[in-house]
């Protein structure tokens, strides 16, 4: 009983990523946060420490659904949900989401690099209109030079079927791709991003309004790229691992 907790800076240390995160690591994360703090405890310790203190990951985990379509007119589906991709620039995905707050609502449109999952160029918007698209492809295309052969995957919306849309990609050398029609399957990368997203933000905290909601999903795009670890990334942010990639390629 009076023996001092040989845990008590570890406990200290899970508490203190766990709330800087608000509440979106479980213990697999805050295991490999923990390890980058050069703090090496088995992931079944940190469970049983969090369990202990009372943490529990307040994220909500969404399934999507989805049925099969045609297949586009427009553009063919060159990715055919292969989301490898060997390096950054290679592979993109896009979408667009809509929030609905306060009787508002405000779109995201957000390009993925599928090389670690990091947002190349983003794009927000009250209303769902061509520029929201074109823009963020303005944004994106300032990234790569001209020629490169990527391919840039959506979905069967209007706004990637607009001419305008298309001459983008032509004078880009862009190669464009599109999901059959209603399958979310086909870019499910995109829709992952959305559920956790909503789950990391939308359904995790209250806001007062719609300028208030628009400026946390900033500050949590930028979260996502630059600080929020992935194990699949070797328990680095996007940001991170992209840099590293680049560096070496």
């Known amino acids: ?22 509440g979106r690591y479980g213990y697999r994360r805050i295991t490999a946060a923990l390890h980058n ?3 090496y405890l088995n992931h079944k310790t940190v469970q049983r420490l969090m369990k202990e203190l009372g943490l529990v990951c307040r994220v909500r985990v969404k399934k999507y659904r989805s049925y099969k379509g045609e297949v586009g007119r427009i553009a063919p589906n060159l990715l055919n949900r292969n ?28 390009i993925l690099d599928l090389h670690n999952g990091y947002w190349v160029s983003y794009a927000i918007s009250e209303r769902p ?12 295309f300032s990234t790569i030079p001209d020629g490169t052969g990527l391919i840039l995957h959506s979905d069967q ?23 059959r ?7 499910a990368v995109a829709e992952n991003f959305f559920g956790l997203l909503k789950s990391e933000l939308l359904y995790l905290q209250k806001f007062h309004s719609m300028q208030y909601f628009k400026q946390e999903l900033i500050d949590y795009l930028d979260y996502y790229n630059n600080r929020r670890i992935k194990a699949k990334l070797k328990g680095l942010p996007p940001a991170v691992h992209r840099q590293q990639a680049l560096s070496v390629a």
């Open 1 to 22: 009983m009076g023996k001092p907790d040989k845990y008590a800076e570890a406990k200290a240390e899970i508490s203190s990523i766990y709330h800087e995160n608000k």
């Open 37 to 39: 703090k050069e703090i």
């Open 83 to 110: 989301f490898h991709a060997e390096r950054p620039n290679q592979k993109r995905v896009t979408d667009v989401t809509e929030f609905s707050l306060f009787g508002q609502k405000l779109y995201l449109s957000p």
């Open 129 to 140: 209109v061509l520029s929201m698209v074109t823009t963020m492809l303005t944004k994106t």
């Open 157 to 179: 919306g209007w706004q990637y079927q607009h001419k305008q849309y298309q001459r983008m990609f032509n004078a880009k050398g862009i190669r464009q791709s599109m999901s």
């Open 181 to 187: 029609k209603g399958n979310c399957l086909d870019n």
